[in-house]
């Protein structure tokens, strides 16, 4: 059964920094491109970022320059760190999994988590 749990959200002022993390079971994690997406109330999903099996990532332009993701394939972890956040980076964070790699959304993605909590105050 894949399991994947994020974590690392919290409360920051605008213009701070935080670093989210995801850790991945029940999968073969090399083999499974990767992001995050988020969701703020009353709003569509958004994907922010991707990375693939050979390590290359993608970046939505409202995140581009700002987040950075990386993938870590020995501890089966993502991870997404944030700069200079905004108050419209409010919302709640979720990352993915799937192994249709270039086919497929990232909000699409066939596995996700729980999601953690990203609050921005200006």
């Known amino acids: 059964q894949v399991q994947l749990v994020e974590s690392g959200g919290g409360s920051v002022q605008a213009g701070g920094s935080l670093r989210l993390s995801c850790a991945a079971s029940?999968?073969?994690?090399?083999?499974?491109?990767l992001g995050w997406f988020r969701q703020a109330p009353g709003k569509e999903r958004e994907g922010l970022a991707t990375i693939n099996t050979n390590n290359r990532p993608t970046y939505a332009d409202s995140v581009k320059g700002r987040f950075t993701i990386s993938r870590d394939n020995a501890k089966n972890t993502l991870y997404l760190q944030m700069n200079m956040l905004k108050a419209e980076d409010t919302a709640m964070y979720y990352c993915?999994?799937?192994?249709?790699?270039?086919?497929?959304?990232?909000?699409?993605?066939?596995?996700r988590g729980q999601g953690t909590q990203v609050t921005v105050s200006s």
């Open positions: 993915a999994a799937d192994w249709r790699c270039g086919t497929v959304v990232v909000t699409d993605y066939v596995h």
């Open positions: 029940g999968l073969t994690y090399r083999l499974y491109c």
